[in-house]
């Protein structure tokens, strides 16, 4: 058994092979110490970690620093290193946190691709992904399980309509749909498309310069933006 974390941790300057490298000496010694040897050769440890890297898609990438990939690379160097100690069962912790809308479908097809080879339990809250890629979800609600089953069943699901899907007849106040945009010739953000109801308390998560207060300036029309389709109920 093995588990991904959801804040990423990785080491700026060392390669993505040499991320999944450490994860499969670490995995393959003959003892708990540091320094001991290997139990399989050198080459079947080479194939080890480029066999992982693969199946994320990074064999290309092998040999970039982690410290200049996007984020969404970085989880995807972080997966590798957990597929690297061929886990039985694989625990991941919100996979898709911080990417993109396209880093998400990329990386929701490539978790899919794992079973049945591998058993997952996913933690995550995005609801598109979570229906791409699950055969049963046990949707939570305050501690308790609120429905199990299959994506069909937990998407007709009424009480889960109520609780986390879009709920029909509600008023838009504001509806932003694929905002691109930045300061001069720095892009910022990158199709970042949501929407907020009447009546809703929003927050906007995130690290510093992740982006978060530029996108109020730039739904205010207050920096650039090349692409956007921006939509209020305010008359504002």
């Given at each position: 058994?093995?588990?991904?974390?959801?804040?990423?941790?990785?080491?700026?300057?060392?390669?993505?092979?040499?991320?999944?490298?450490?994860?499969?000496?670490?995995?393959?010694?003959?003892?708990?110490?540091?320094?001991?040897?290997?139990?399989?050769?050198?080459?079947?440890?080479?194939?080890?970690?480029?066999?992982?890297?693969?199946?994320?898609?990074?064999?290309?990438?092998?040999?970039?620093?982690?410290?200049?990939?996007?984020?969404?690379?970085?989880?995807?160097?972080?997966?590798?290193?957990?597929?690297?100690?061929?886990?039985?069962?694989?625990?991941?912790?919100?996979?898709?946190?911080?990417?993109?809308?396209?880093?998400?479908?990329?990386?929701?097809?490539?978790?899919?691709?794992?079973?049945?080879?591998?058993?997952?339990?996913?933690?995550?809250?995005?609801?598109?992904?979570?229906?791409?890629?699950?055969?049963?979800?046990?949707?939570?609600?305050?501690?308790?399980?609120?429905?199990?089953g299959p994506p069909e069943a937990i998407r007709a699901n009424r009480?889960?309509?109520?609780?986390?899907?879009?709920?029909?007849?509600?008023?838009?106040?504001?509806?932003?749909?694929?905002?691109?945009?930045?300061?001069?010739?720095?892009?910022?953000?990158?199709?970042?498309?949501?929407?907020?109801?009447?009546?809703?308390?929003?927050?906007?998560?995130?690290?510093?310069?992740?982006?978060?207060?530029?996108?109020?300036?730039?739904?205010?029309?207050?920096?650039?933006?090349?692409?956007?389709?921006?939509?209020?109920?305010?008359?504002?």
């Amino acid at each position: 058994m093995v588990r991904s974390f959801q804040v990423s941790q990785i080491f700026p300057k060392l390669t993505a092979r040499e991320h999944v490298s450490l994860m499969v000496h670490g995995r393959m010694r003959r003892s708990g110490r540091p320094f001991s040897r290997l139990g399989v050769s050198r080459d079947d440890a080479a194939r080890k970690v480029d066999a992982a890297l693969a199946r994320m898609g990074l064999l290309e990438r092998a040999g970039d620093l982690v410290g200049t990939m996007s984020h969404g690379d970085r989880r995807l160097v972080e997966i590798a290193m957990t597929l690297a100690a061929e886990p039985e069962l694989l625990l991941l912790d919100e996979p898709t946190a911080g990417m993109s809308p396209e880093e998400t479908r990329q990386t929701a097809r490539l978790l899919r691709g794992l079973a049945p080879a591998v058993t997952l339990i996913i933690v995550e809250h995005d609801m598109s992904v979570v229906m791409s890629i699950s055969d049963r979800i046990s949707v939570l609600h305050r501690g308790e399980i609120l429905a199990e089953g299959p994506p069909e069943a937990i998407r007709a699901n009424r009480e889960v309509q109520a609780v986390y899907l879009r709920r029909r007849g509600r008023r838009v106040m504001l509806a932003v749909k694929g905002l691109t945009g930045g300061y001069g010739e720095t892009t910022v953000l990158w199709d970042v498309s949501f929407e907020i109801a009447k009546g809703q308390a929003v927050a906007l998560l995130g690290r510093n310069g992740m982006g978060k207060t530029t996108t109020l300036l730039a739904i205010m029309g207050l920096i650039r933006r090349a692409a956007a389709a921006c939509a209020s109920r305010t008359g504002s």
